[in-house]
């Protein structure tokens, strides 16, 4: 007789009850947070952003991509350690990353628990992160033109869906439909989005990574995975030239810091968490790194937004 293997636990994060709680200063201060992507390494910005708002470090504006939107939701909304605590505490639900997400969403990771469900266990400050003294911007690509969306609400209905199209990963989650257009990934079309900050004319540029100013992606022979995306072209060419596109990006990005246009703040040492990384203690350890650095930057920072 086989014996059964006993069914795998996963323990909640150790260090959940030292993650700072609390309200940022209502400090407004005038500048564009730019804020990368990168799924489960986005606990670096979430750590660094926990440390600045405890610092009134709080951007007129901000806008993210895909787990840089969702750290931006709590940002904007002022509110020090929920990212933090939504994603380590319920990395194991299944609701969330698992079975249940699939069943619910048929999607591995189902975003509507992180939007919705966990209002249930820490309330989102919806009265401040839609004040009008603060400007929240989710990009998203629209899988029709292959472009990205810069969404906001003067331009989009449901922040929610925004939110959701900006962090749906291609080949893993469903296409979004924001206002009648399906959109995935905004790191497929724009992983940083500092060009469009530029454009809007803010002054004070602050650009944060979730990898390391040397890390550039991998050159890859393009094919087009199962043609899932065959009847969406422009997505399908989008996403073949995301490397490139990225790496352009980040030398473009070095160029703009020397010239004195843009802060780039980035972390100090590679980032060795997979983009749906299961280990809590890894992730947590992540987290914390974001949370010193990002006291480590302070100084910089204002020297910056005086000069």
């Keep these: 007789m086989t014996k059964k293997r006993p069914l795998a636990t996963h323990k909640p994060y150790s260090r959940l009850?030292?993650?700072?709680?609390?309200?940022?200063?209502?400090?407004?201060?005038?500048?564009?947070?730019?804020?990368?992507?990168?799924?489960?390494?986005g606990l670096y910005t979430q750590g660094l952003l926990d440390a600045w708002m405890e610092e009134g470090l709080n951007f007129q504006c901000t806008i993210g991509v895909s787990a840089g939107a969702l750290a931006g939701l709590n940002y904007v909304a002022g509110q020090i350690g929920r990212s933090a605590r939504a994603n380590l505490s319920s990395r194991h639900n299944r609701d969330y990353i698992g079975a249940g997400a699939v069943v619910k969403s048929h999607s591995l990771i189902r975003l509507?628990?992180?939007?919705?469900?966990?209002?249930?266990i820490e309330r989102l400050d919806h009265l401040r992160f839609l004040s009008p003294d603060r400007r929240y911007v989710a990009v998203a690509t629209n899988c029709l033109t292959g472009e990205p969306s810069f969404l906001e609400r003067s331009n989009c209905m449901s922040l929610i869906d925004a939110m959701k199209a900006s962090?749906?990963?291609p080949y893993v989650t469903p296409m979004v439909d924001v206002d009648g257009t399906p959109h995935l990934d905004g790191g497929v079309s724009d992983p940083i989005p500092y060009t469009w900050a530029i454009e809007q004319g803010y002054g004070k540029?602050?650009?944060?990574?979730?990898?390391?100013?040397?890390?550039?992606?991998p050159?890859?022979?393009?094919?087009?995975?199962?043609?899932?995306?065959?009847?969406?072209?422009?997505?399908?060419?989008?996403?073949?030239?995301?490397?490139?596109?990225?790496?352009k990006q980040m030398d473009e990005?070095?160029?703009?810091?020397?010239?004195?246009?843009?802060l780039l703040?980035?972390?100090?040492?590679?980032?060795?968490?997979?983009?749906?990384?299961?280990?809590?203690?890894?992730?947590?350890?992540?987290?914390?790194?974001g949370y010193q650095e990002g006291k480590d930057y302070i100084e910089e920072v204002r020297k910056y937004i005086e000069s």
Aim: proline share 6%; net charge positive.
């Design 17 to 41: 009850n030292d993650i700072p709680k609390g309200s940022a200063p209502e400090t407004i201060i005038p500048g564009c947070l730019v804020l990368e992507g990168g799924a489960f390494r």
């Design 112 to 120: 509507d628990f992180l939007l919705k469900d966990y209002n249930n």
């Design 253 to 262: 990005l070095e160029k703009l810091e020397k010239e004195g246009k843009l």
């Design 265 to 289: 703040i980035a972390p100090k040492k590679p980032v060795n968490v997979s983009r749906v990384e299961p280990d809590v203690e890894k992730l947590g350890k992540l987290y914390w790194e």
């Design 167 to 169: 962090a749906s990963m």
């Design 205 to 217: 540029i602050i650009v944060v990574k979730t990898r390391d100013r040397s890390f550039r992606k």
């Design 219 to 247: 050159i890859q022979e393009k094919k087009h995975k199962l043609g899932i995306y065959r009847h969406y072209p422009a997505f399908e060419s989008a996403l073949s030239n995301m490397s490139e596109n990225y790496n």
